[in-house]
């Protein structure tokens, strides 16, 4: 069964400190793997976008890792803002007769001042 | 210059009513989406057109009817809603593998 699970659920950090999000998935076969970033009441925004043969794409203080053969991911975010606080999901995309988007159940970061 | 607009933004609605929400994209991409974000947060793929054609049709209602007037357009009309259809709507268009949300429309059925 295709899945994209995603740890932690939430996460509070103090502003400036890095964190790391994990997302683990079973997609198969694997197209890419994307990171979104989704404020509160907003649509979601891609971050990264990542093939099979990268194993890290960044952009600005977001980087995120894929280890396709554990079928692992990984965003890491460096020197938080305040404004970074959002859902950070990890879509996986398989291919299905279609392509075919999973996605996680999101990871809620709060970044306190 | 709104890239994937949606309307309305909020729709509260009695329970058996008919409603529809519109979508409307901008960028000049073949390919729009419905997405459902229930209070889990989880984003589930409802339909998929590219070029006015249905392409993804996934487990869903049919009481739910997508309809393309074309490329540029992705309209989702709802019959006899029930309280399980409250959630967050999404619109999307892409060219794949990007793909560019609206700004979603909350549907709350009373």
Redesign the interface.
Known sequence: KNQVEQSPQSLIILEGKNCTLQCNYTVSPFSNLRWYKQDTGRGPVSLTIMTFSENTKSNGRYTATLDADTKQSSLHITASQLSDSASYICVVSGFDGYNKLIFGAGTRLAVHP | DTA?SQTPKYLVTQMGNDKSIKCEQNLGHDTMYWYKQDS??????MF?YNNKEL??NETVPNRFSPKSPDKAHLNLHINSLELGDSAVY?C?SSP?????????TRLTVL
């Open positions: 994937v889990k947060k989880f984003l589930k793929i998929s392409i993804i999404f999307a794949f593998p990007e793909q560019f949300f609206g700004p979603g």
